[in-house]
DNA sequence: TCTTGGTTTGACCAGATGGTCAAAACAACG
DNA sequence: CGTTGTTTTGACCATCTGGTCAAACCAAGA
């Protein structure tokens, strides 16, 4: 699994041979496939295992508590998300941008009735002033650009801030973003 | 050249295959591979012309302006780059996600050299207290993140918002957004 | 009409790729 | 040691893929 994850989460389904998996994993082809039934086979368990915990930062956004602190604590928990699963981050940005084939109804369910849910909490919030009058659907693709974007687009940030850990910066920066953007 | 960019910038260089580009450019895959010498060729001529306008919205960047119009100014010309080449914007996030094996040497020497240079202004404006004092890497990582995330990650947005055109809500948002951040 | 230059294509090739299968290797237990 | 169930592998196959090539096609000028 972990050798597919890299593999996967690095050039796509369609990018990624079974051979290229089996050497990572230290396997023979043949062997891969007495554990998997097909290429296939590994790619979803990746996505099925990446999906059970991948909403759950914000399923975990508590509409009882402080509208700021909660909106933080939802981001930082989404950076560590790509901190600690940087993979599993880019795996997911793969099968977006390749149009979602496998996970496109769960986009359509799933998410989308999860941050209809959120997103009225947070205008709730709006309405009632305890934070600015933003859009609350906006404001979570911010939070979530904002955060994947480290693990994402790693590469890239390396080569700007090369040798440093760029998630202590983006933490301190991330508090700050948020804390300015939501005051009433 | 289009048909090569509907594919690359949803499968990445190794997931495309010459005839899914012959196909969509309506021609044999002989005929195709008289126009350019290789699959290769096509990407590299792909990404070379996408990397002469890519950094051009940062470039125009004016230290002499104003600190928080030059920068909502350029947040919008990122994200009209977005909106006006969102297969563009997702070649170059395939790229990154592989590794960035053929912009590695651009990404460590233009990029690094023009993002040290620009953060060089907005360090010296935030130390006049023209703007509030945010580490400009990360501020500059942030219009990346909230600008591309529209075009790379278009289809979990139209799930989310489906129908309605987002970037008229994100200009607003963006604006809101930096604003915000820079308040001094 | 004939020629010439550019364009298009069917047939083909070598190597890669997803997947199969029977046989071999191995571990555990009586 | 012999048996049994699991794991591993070499050999193999059909299909795909990047790329080649000679032949055919076609438009335009002499």
Redesign the interface.
């Known amino acids: 699994m972990s050798a597919g994850l890299d593999i996967f989460?690095?050039?796509?389904?369609?990018?990624?041979t079974l051979d290229q998996i089996a050497d990572a994993a230290g396997l023979s082809k043949p062997n891969l496939l007495y554990y998997f039934p097909s290429k296939e086979a590994i790619h979803t368990a990746l996505l099925e295992r990446l999906l059970e915990n991948w909403l759950d930062p914000l399923k975990a956004l508590n509409s009882g508590g402080d509208p700021v602190q909660e909106i933080i604590a939802y981001a930082h928990r989404k950076l560590a998300l790509s901190k600690d699963y940087p993979r599993e981050s880019?795996l997911f940005?793969?099968e977006?941008?390749?149009?979602?084939p496998r996970i496109?109804n769960i986009?359509?369910t799933d998410?989308?009735q999860l941050?209809?849910e959120k997103a009225a909490v947070i205008k709730g919030w709006a309405d009632k002033g305890k934070i600015?009058p933003?859009?609350p659907?906006?404001?979570i693709?911010?939070i979530?650009?904002?955060t994947?974007?480290?693990a994402?687009?790693d590469?890239?940030?390396q080569?700007?801030?090369?040798g440093s850990d760029?998630y202590a910066?983006?933490a301190?920066?991330l508090d700050?973003?948020i804390s300015?953007?939501l005051?009433p």
């Not at 080569?159 to 090369?162: G, L, Y």
């Open positions: 989460s690095q050039f796509g389904f369609r990018g990624t880019r940005a793969n977006i941008l390749q149009g979602a496109e986009l359509h998410l989308k941050v209809d600015a933003v859009d659907y906006h404001l693709f911010s979530w650009a904002l994947q974007h480290y994402d687009f590469v890239q940030v080569a700007v801030m090369p760029p910066g983006a301190t920066y700050h973003v300015r953007i005051q």
